[in-house]
């Protein structure tokens, strides 16, 4: 089965997605086996989730609304966990 997945979450961090929530975004994202697109806007452009270097390069500072998108068949599920950690203001989810 080839499952898609789409949500949105605001992001409250501080400082915004700068280096420390940006590699536990990525290091969540690779625990999937679907793949998880990123961006600042509902539209796109979509960022590869699992890139610790693109998704630092999108600064997307505190305030912002973060998209994902996932298809694959876990994507549900790297969705809802990506939301929550964002949701948790980078937190270990485990």
Known sequence: ???????????RHAVGLHARPAVKLTKLAKRFACRIGFGLAAE??????????????????KDS?????????????AVAALVLLVERDFEDVD
């Open 44 to 61: 796109g452009p979509w960022i590869d989730a699992k890139s610790i270097v693109k998704v630092m390069a999108a600064k997307a500072p």
């Open 1 to 11: 089965m080839n499952g898609q997945a789409r949500a949105s979450v605001l992001l």
């Open 65 to 77: 609304t973060l998209y994902f998108q996932a298809e694959g068949d876990d994507a549900a599920a």
